[in-house]
C-alpha cells in the first residue's frame, strides 16, 4: 500500500507560479514511475505529467507542456510539478498517482495509488 498526499496548491493570478508536492508513504518509492492528473468541474480527469523511477525521463501532455515540469525527490520519496505561466484553463482539482511499473503511463487505469487531490485555481 503506498499513501500519497498532495499540497501547494491555492489560488493565483494568470501568468504566476505554483509548485505541487505529492508526499508517498508505505512502499520504495523508487519502485514506482508517478504521474499527475487534473479534473476540473464538468470535465474528465486528464494526464498532465508523469516521470520514471530514477526520474531520468518525463513526459508531459501538450497543453502543459514548456509550461509545466516534474520531478522527483526519491530521497524525500515526494514527487513535485512546478507549473509556470499558468492559465484559467488550468484551474481544476490536481491529484498525484503511482504506478508500479518502470515507464511512463499517461493512463488512469494503469495508476495503482492515488492521493486525494490540491485544488488550483488561476485568476483572469
Known amino acids: 500500500q503506498v499513501q500519497l498526499v498532495e499540497s501547494g496548491g491555492g489560488l493565483v493570478q494568470a501568468g504566476g507560479s505554483l509548485r505541487l508536492s505529492c508526499a508517498a508513504s508505505?512502499?520504495?518509492?523508487?519502485?514506482?514511475?508517478m504521474g499527475w492528473f487534473r479534473q476540473a468541474p464538468g470535465k474528465e480527469r486528464e494526464f498532465v505529467a508523469t516521470?520514471?523511477?530514477?526520474?531520468?525521463?518525463?513526459y508531459y501532455a501538450g497543453s502543459v507542456k514548456g509550461r509545466f515540469t516534474i520531478s522527483r525527490d526519491n530521497a524525500k520519496s515526494t514527487v513535485y510539478l512546478q507549473m509556470n505561466n499558468l492559465k484559467p484553463e488550468d484551474t481544476a482539482v490536481y491529484r498525484c498517482?503511482?504506478?508500479?511499473?518502470?515507464?511512463?503511463?499517461?493512463?488512469?487505469?494503469?495508476?495503482?495509488?492515488w492521493g486525494q487531490g490540491t485544488q488550483v485555481t488561476v485568476s483572469p
Open positions: 498517482a503511482a504506478d508500479r511499473g518502470s515507464g511512463l503511463p499517461m493512463r488512469p487505469s494503469q495508476y495503482d495509488y
Open positions: 508505505g512502499r520504495t518509492f523508487s519502485y514506482y514511475s
Open positions: 516521470i520514471n523511477t530514477s526520474g531520468s525521463s518525463t
